[in-house]
């Protein structure tokens, strides 16, 4: 299974398929990551680690066998995070005695996470705030 780790250190699981980027022309996206619930997990701790910028600047992709596989940068709004139950994760299959196969379902809980990427015009405009602010300390100081 792969994971993602957030600049905090947090570690999540991440179903197969979960991890999903979509970008428009007008410099927005979404970043939908489908989180497996696991023990120590909570709708609370989930929301309260991406609902910090700072938590979500850098997002490590974590291959199955533990390597750091990709960064992805830039989805810094959180946009909802939702608990659902009973959610199809995959299929087992069981051999019968037939010698047929049986495909059973693997449903669990898992936190459906959706991050935006803020358009141009508002990075911009928190760019210029930091220069402000920047030289305002500068001259204060």
Known sequence: MEKIRLKNGAEYDVIS?????KDSQGGTGLLRMI????????FDSIE???????NVTDIVLIDPNGSAEDVVSGYSILKSVEKCR??????????LEDGG??????????????????????????????VDMLVL?????
Do not use: C, W
């Open 35 to 42: 989180l497996a619930e696991k023990e120590g997990t909570s």
């Open 137 to 141: 300390n500068a001259l204060e100081g």
């Open 101 to 130: 196969y049986q495909m059973d379902e693997i449903r669990q809980t898992v936190y459906v996470v959706l991050l935006e990427r803020p358009d141009f015009q508002t990075q911009f405009r928190n760019m210029v705030e930091t």
């Open 86 to 95: 009973d959610y199809l994760t995959g299929h087992d299959t069981v051999p």
């Open 17 to 21: 398929g979960g991890f999903q980027m």
């Open 48 to 54: 309260a680690d991406f609902n910090k910028e700072e």
